[in-house]
């Protein structure tokens, strides 16, 4: 007699339902979308942004090879998108495409919220409350990898719930693909996988444990053996994790086909480094270290993407990590230039992840072992510095999605607590009353976060870039750093602006560099212009300092008729011990032998008029600052400020034009404040110089210069009660101050 089949039971959703309606979401998804799609639609950066996003777009319009990893999918895409007829500039184009997957990771996002909460509402605030969260929002508008990179992670870990609550293999085959694919984008993608693979032994009925153990052990052995021959180091995280992975495979029972599959499907999304190679083969317009040959590719793969590896502490790291956690969804107030959050928000998912444990909620605890893993990696690997912290919040954005699925959770576990105890006969007013306050989540997010992340009105890269190209003569050769050169390339290879200027990285060759990243670089700069580089020892590495490299890149220059400009003064390198002399001369400073006289002068003025006339939103950058760009108007200032330091000494009214411009152009640049409100103060403009004054006191209330110098306001003014407090003022900064005495004793008689 045949036994009788058990009838398969439905397959139920991973946590308590409060609703099975779809009503709701007919509404709120869609809703969601548009709402996502407005927010980054109105600030979206118009051009090429600051940073990589310069590098990034070349690299696509081209199919040409970033840094490392070189993003072969990013490339490719972002090539679909640069020759879509929809817009003229390139880098408005490349920004659309990080809107576009933005706005698909809210989608995915608000997919996996409902597959565990099955509330629509709940779904539309969290979504949204990470749509406008301040890291996310800040990439999804410029041109950057993170929004695709969180994107693929959002799909894989929705095939990954999709498994669970179907069982169908063909999800799994699904997320296998994506899994392999994201890493083509974004190497932290790699941490996927073990979470894939500890999702099917939680599910599974594991073997016995003692085998696996040992297989994943020799494994790991032999895989740590191979590293440490390819790269001479071996990354015990990286061992631990590949122990983990084999070990989850074979403690699992499933058969030998569907590791076929998988291990394919997988294969084929990595599959999309090979662009890496036939790219470099082809010698595209931008090559990032020529990864045509296999130690080359592999160093390109495998090097971190980030370069804050090795300077700071992973303990301040740590710290920040923590606190970018808990400003990226809910209030938070500024005082004294710092963000201080107010965790309410945030601690629904405290709440949710302690409920998912509790409960026994199985995925719960694979997605919070991906936060784990992602997050401990990246303080592992990473060591920024202080000044480095702000870039690394990035890194973290597949971690904060995940987390944004307990905070969904945690908002679920509370309403079911509170329509509990208020009844049934009052739901439809609690509900709505409920809705209500969730629809405010993401108002307060959006309304907190936007001037912060508006784009909208961001030329800043593009016209600074323009303003450095136009004001050289033809042929020219301008060194620069690495706070310029992406936006050079930009604007030189894609839109064409005076390609014939010659940019050079100021980090020349030094010393033993045979394995300097920079090598490839200079090799492709001799080969395009051969002739800069004659007199100048390029291969020998002789060179002790980056001083000495730069002054016999620019002697050798300057001998031959080559006019030789810097787009900075300083930054890391001392100018003092070139033989030759750096002078300001508009928007960059030039290199010469002869003394800097009137007609310098005067040519330097009328540059910079014609910058001030092109430069948009310049006097208003500090209306609507974002921290990335500080570094142009704080350059553009300090430049001014240096020319004035030497027009003063040829013409007195041109130097005060200059000081003038300085502190229009950054209120924050002190010493050109003070310079100019002394000179005011000299030639009795003595409003203009209280103002200067206390603007520089609200800024800096430490310095004691500005208390100095107010004092001596007051007492010329016969304000004697303000330059008395300006004097206690001081003393509280400095208690041995040398002029302090003697103007109290000025205002009290020797009292």
Not at 417 to 441: H, P
Not at 508 to 526: A, R, V
Not at 617 to 632: A, C, G, P, V, W
Request: glycine share 6%.
């Amino acid at each position: 007699m045949a036994r009788k089949r058990k009838k398969k039971t439905k397959p139920q959703p991973s946590a308590p339902l409060i609703t099975e309606s779809k009503r709701e979401q007919y509404f709120f998804l869609p809703l969601t979308l548009l709402l996502a799609a407005a927010g980054y639609f109105v600030t979206l950066c118009p051009t090429v942004y600051v940073g990589d996003s310069g590098e990034l777009a070349t690299a696509a319009y081209y199919l040409g090879i970033p840094h490392s990893p070189g993003y072969p999918l990013y490339c490719l895409i972002g090539y679909i998108f640069t020759h879509l007829p929809y817009a003229a500039d390139i880098g408005f184009k490349m920004n659309v495409m990080s809107a576009t997957f933005a706005w698909a990771t809210v989608l995915m996002l608000y997919l996996i919220v409902y597959h565990f909460t099955r509330t629509p509402y709940v779904g539309f605030s969290v979504s949204l409350a990470y749509a406008f969260s301040p890291i996310f929002w800040s990439q999804a508008v410029v041109a950057e990898v993170y929004s695709l990179n969180t994107f693929l992670t959002a799909l894989a870990l929705y095939f990954m719930c999709r498994w669970v609550e179907k069982r169908q293999d063909y999800w799994l085959y699904l997320a296998s693909f994506i899994m392999g694919l994201a890493v083509t984008n974004h190497q932290l993608s790699f941490l996927l996988l073990p979470t894939g693979l500890y999702m099917l032994w939680l599910f599974g009925k594991p073997k016995k444990l003692f085998e696996p153990f040992i297989i994943a052990i020799v494994v790991a052995g032999v895989a740590g053996l191979i590293l440490y021959f390819v790269r001479h180091a071996v990354s015990w995280p990286l061992m631990l994790i590949i122990a983990s992975m084999v070990f989850f495979i074979s403690s699992t029972k499933k058969p030998l086909k569907f590791w076929l599959i998988t291990a394919g499907l997988y294969i084929l999304g990595l599959s999309v480094y090979l662009y890496l190679p036939i790219r470099a083969a082809a010698d595209p317009v931008l090559n990032w270290g020529n990864p045509e040959t296999f130690g080359a590719f592999f160093e390109t793969v495998l090097k971190p993407a980030g370069s804050q590896t090795d300077r700071g502490d992973r303990l301040g790291h740590f710290i920040h990590v923590l606190y970018l956690w808990t400003i990226q969804f809910g209030p938070s107030i500024k005082w004294g230039g710092m963000t201080y959050p107010i965790p309410i928000i945030w601690a629904f998912g405290i709440w949710g992840i302690y409920k998912g444990l509790s409960t026994g909620w199985r995925m719960a605890r694979v997605f919070i072992l991906f936060m784990l893993i992602n997050a401990g990696t990246i303080i592992f690997l990473s060591r920024p510095t202080q000044q480095e912290l702000i870039i690394v919040g990035v890194y973290y954005l597949p971690a904060f999605l995940v987390f944004a699925v307990f905070m969904a959770t945690g908002l679920r576990e509370w309403l079911i607590y509170f329509l509990k105890a208020f009844g049934e006969k009052k739901r439809t007013v609690l509900l709505l009353l409920v809705i209500l306050i969730l629809v405010m989540i993401p108002i307060y997010q959006f309304r907190q976060n936007l001037p912060d992340t508006d784009r909208s009105g961001d030329y800043y890269a593009r016209d600074y870039g323009t303003a450095l190209l136009t004001s050289l003569p033809p042929d020219s050769i301008l060194i620069v750093n690495w706070d310029d050169i992406f936006t050079l390339w930009y604007l030189q290879m894609v839109e064409k602006v005076r390609p014939d200027v010659i940019p050079v990285l100021a980090d020349l060759p030094i010393g033993t560099s045979g394995n300097y990243w920079g090598n490839w670089y200079f090799k492709d700069l001799e080969e395009e212009h051969p002739a800069i580089f004659d007199g100048y020892q390029l291969e020998d590495n002789m060179y002790l300092t980056r001083e000495e490299a730069i002054e016999a890149f620019v002697t050798a220059n300057l001998n031959r008729g080559r006019e030789v400009y810097f787009s900075f003064y300083g930054l890391g390198y001392d100018f003092a011990l070139f033989d030759f002399k750096v002078y300001p001369k508009g928007p960059v400073y030039v290199a010469r032998n002869e003394e800097y006289n009137l007609v310098d002068l005067v040519e330097s003025q009328q540059a910079w008029e014609r910058l001030i006339g092109n430069f948009r939103n310049l006097y208003t950058y500090r209306d609507h600052m974002i921290s990335e760009e500080d570094f142009i108007i704080a350059r553009l200032s300090s430049n001014l400020y240096n020319t004035a330091k030497v027009a003063l000494e040829l013409d007195e009214g041109k130097g005060i034009w200059f000081l003038e411009q300085a502190v229009m152009v950054d209120n924050g640049n002190l010493p050109a404040s003070m310079e100019l409100a002394i000179l005011r103060f000299q030639n009795g403009q003595y409003t203009e110089a209280r103002d200067l004054l206390l603007d520089s006191r609200d800024i800096d209330p430490s310095n004691p210069d500005v208390h100095l110098m107010l004092a001596r306001l007051y007492q010329v003014l016969g304000q004697n009660e303000l330059a008395l407090k300006s004097i206690e003022n001081l003393l509280m900064i400095d208690p041995n101050h040398p002029d302090a005495r003697a103007i109290v004793e000025q205002l009290t008689g020797g009292e």
